[in-house]
């Protein structure tokens, strides 16, 4: 069946540097990518998306790349900072006529070290 | 405020006792799902929603059961609850159609233990 595959299980990073967390899919026709961030104690929330007729997507220090032909998609977040630290979540979905059944990954423990 | 809200938050149950936990979003979204969440095995769905009186299994459904007869209101039923649905549980709706932007809005959750 249709699934995502998740790496690295835990991340663990300084301070100033980057993460990167990748996701591959199996479903070639998904065509929506978002990512969640849980912190710990809270809830899963949208930080970002992408869709399939782009190729990435900034929103100031988190990035997401999206390599259709390869089927996978990576979250990037630079100078990393201790808010980062939480587990993140990617998903992939056919989203069709504003219906979206997500599929997720197993999610990405995200360490900031001092 | 936008939200969902969960309840209880927290429940300690025995074997075989039946309970229930309450959903409720005040979005006016069609689409609600539950979703259960474990170590190392993320986010997996029970059963979902699309609209009022339209509920489909997930990935995970064995034990657990749903109605939705109000579009704001997604209980999730456990008739007789087992150790192994010890776990943390988030009630999660969006919206459908167009209008949708896909982004999923996920209550505060509820830690359930069973022993």
């Known amino acids: 069946g249709e699934n995502v595959e998740q790496h690295p299980s835990t991340l663990s990073v300084q301070e100033g540097d980057s993460a990167v967390i990748k996701c591959t899919y199996s479903?070639?026709?998904?065509?929506?990518f978002p990512w969640y961030k849980q912190e710990l104690g809270k809830r899963p929330q949208l930080i970002i998306d992408?869709?399939?007729n782009v190729g990435e997507k900034k929103d100031q220090r988190i990035a997401v790349t999206l390599n259709k032909t390869a089927k996978h998609f990576s979250l990037h977040i630079t100078e990393t900072q201790p808010e980062d630290s939480a587990v993140y979540f990617c998903?992939?979905?056919?989203?069709?006529?504003?219906?979206?059944?997500?599929?997720w990954g197993a999610g990405t423990k995200l360490i900031i070290k001092p | 405020e936008a939200q969902v809200t969960q309840n209880p938050r927290y429940l300690i149950t025995v074997t075989g006792k039946k309970l229930t936990v309450t959903c409720s979003q005040n979005?006016?979204?069609?689409?609600m799902s539950w979703y259960r969440q474990d170590p190392g095995l993320g986010l997996r769905q029970i059963y979902y929603?699309?609209?009022?009186?339209?509920?489909d299994k997930g990935d995970v459904p064995e034990g657990y059961k749903v109605s939705r007869k109000e579009k704001r209101n997604f209980p999730l039923i456990l008739e007789s609850p087992s150790p192994n649905q010890t776990s943390l549980y988030f009630c999660?709706?969006?919206?459908?159609?167009?209008?949708?932007?896909?982004?999923?809005?996920f209550g505060e959750g509820s830690r359930l233990t069973v022993l």
């Open positions: 999660a709706s969006r919206g459908q159609g167009a209008a949708s932007t896909g982004e999923l809005f």
């Open positions: 979005m006016n979204h069609e689409y």
């Open positions: 929603s699309m609209n009022v009186e339209v509920t």
């Open positions: 479903d070639s026709a998904s065509n929506y």
């Open positions: 992408i869709r399939s």
């Open positions: 998903a992939a979905s056919l989203a069709r006529a504003g219906n979206y059944q997500l599929i």
